[in-house]
Every structure is written in C-alpha cells, then in structure tokens.
C-alpha cells in the first residue's frame, strides 16, 4: 500500500508534513520530495529559506536548471544576487552568457549537478523507488 498521507516528525509518505518530511510533496524544516517547502529543503521543485534542487526558489538557493533568491547560483536566473550561470532573464529579454564566461559557467554547471545528485537526488530515488519505497507498494509474500 501506499502511503498517502503521513503527518509526525518524522514523515514519510505520497504527501509527508513534518520536522522531517521526505515524500513526493513534503512540507518541513527539513523537507525532501520532488516537490519540497522547508527551512532547509531539498528535491525537485524546492522552496526554503536554504533550498537545493533543479527548479528553486530561496533565501539561499542552489538551483540546477533555475535559481531565485536573495543569494544563490543557477543555470538561470532571474535575480541581481543569483549568480547566472549561462544566463538571465531580465522581463522579456533574456541574456546569454558567452566566450570564457559560458565556459566556465558549463563547469560549475556540471559539477553543481553533480553534487545535486549525490546529496539529493540518489536519496529521493532511493526514498520513492528503492525497497519499500513511498511509490513502490509492498511485496506479499506467498
């Protein structure tokens, strides 16, 4: 079965609200799911005040893909303090990076992702697809 909904202190379900909330969407301090929204939040599509993903929003945010905050890196931003690293969005125009700088932004680029997945996202595979994990019913024994 599934779990669907999990509420405690230590969350662990479809939807997990908690102090430590891990599920596909989770709501926490310390939050990690595809969807996360935390103090310190980790996953996918991440929203908190220390925030690490792909697609972010935070005070301090680590974005793969997007970043926006107060402070932070991301491939992309739309911020004055977010550093972007191939490029930015300033309303309707967006800048590209070129020359030495692109190169050097596809570098931290990587190496982010990089860290990405081995802080974040090998755990939210293991927690949602791994034995016994929130997306993987249980086996019956026979």
Do not use: C, N, Y
Not at 94 to 103: E, W
Not at 109 to 115: F, I, N, R, S, Y
């Amino acid at each position: 079965m599934i779990k669907w909904l999990d509420v405690g202190v230590e969350a662990e379900g479809f939807v997990a609200i908690g102090q430590h909330a891990v599920g596909v969407i989770a709501i926490g301090q310390v939050a990690t799911g595809v969807v996360a929204i935390g103090q310190l939040a980790r996953g996918v599509i991440v929203v908190g005040q220390l925030a690490a993903g792909l697609v972010v929003l935070g005070q301090l945010s680590l974005g793969v893909a997007w970043s926006a905050g107060m402070v932070g890196i991301g491939a992309t931003s739309p911020g004055w303090l977010v550093w972007p690293l191939l490029g930015g969005s300033r309303g309707s125009r967006v800048d590209l990076v070129s020359g030495p700088r692109l190169v050097v932004g596809i570098v931290i680029l990587v190496g982010l992702a990089a860290a990405w997945w081995l802080g974040v996202g090998q755990e939210l595979v293991d927690v949602l697809l791994g034995d016994g994990g929130i997306l993987r019913p249980e086996r019956q024994l026979r």
